[in-house]
Antibody, heavy 129, light 107 residues
């Protein structure tokens, strides 16, 4: 069974930093793509960013509200992805989920979709003075 | 940014009845549309990808349809465990975006 477990959330002051971790099990992590998605309590879902696998050059993409402040990285030896959050603002307060996409195979190979198949349980980040 | 609009905001349906949820995209998403179900206190769960393909373990009473900019999620016979919020998500354009959700209540 594939599992993702996030940690590292907590209370941080505006302008501060926090580093979230996402530990994966039950999959060949070095080939996995990892997304981060956040959700303000009681509100909808917002994609934060994604990191591809080392095979895919560990390419990262970010949504505009976090670009330049958040950095996604990975350590395949520890089956872990990270979300480094700097210059935090009050509107970054949210539950943060990591997620891996589904994939499909055809005659020419295997491909990831840009959906969110496996999710962690989330870690809550509160930005407040 | 592609805007996804879901309707209705809230849907109240009796057990065994059909529930129909709509999702409209601000421009075509071709076939790159997914649906999720979220219960209180839980992470979302992928139901449907590529408009109409059920994810692993999703019951046949849940189905997706549509094309271009108009999409529908249908639950043919609502069960108590189907309550919660449903989100659509497009993955045709960057950034990946979600609809605002439809809350399904059991009458």
């Amino acid at each position: 069974e594939i599992q993702l477990v996030e940690s590292g959330g907590g209370l941080v002051k505006p302008g501060g930093s926090l580093r979230l971790s996402c530990v994966a099990s039950g999959l060949n992590f070095k080939y996995a793509w990892v997304n981060w998605v956040r959700q303000v309590p009681g509100k909808g879902l917002e994609w934060v960013g994604r990191i591809k696998s080392q095979v895919d050059d560990e390419t990262t993409e970010y949504n505009s509200p976090v670009r330049g402040r958040f950095t996604i990285s990975r350590d395949d030896s520890k089956n872990t992805a990270f979300l480094q959050m700097d210059s935090l603002q009050s509107d970054d307060t949210a539950m943060y989920y990591c997620s891996t996409p589904s994939f499909f195979s055809d005659a020419s190979g295997s491909y990831f979709r840009n959906d969110f198949y496996i999710w962690g349980q989330g870690t809550l980040v509160t930005v407040s003075s | 940014e592609m805007v996804m609009t879901q309707s209705p905001a809230t849907l109240s349906v009796s057990p065994g009845e059909r529930a129909t949820l709509s999702c409209r995209a601000s421009q075509s998403v071709t076939r790159f549309l997914a649906w999720y179900h979220q219960k209180p206190g839980q992470a979302p769960r992928l139901l449907i990808h590529d408009v109409s393909n059920r994810a692993t373990g999703i019951p046949v009473r849940i189905s997706g349809s549509g094309s271009g900019t108009e999409f529908t999620l249908t639950i043919s016979s609502l069960q108590p465990e189907d309550s919660g919020v449903y989100y659509c998500q497009q993955y045709n354009n960057w950034p990946l975006t979600f609809g605002g959700g439809t809350k399904v209540e059991i009458k």
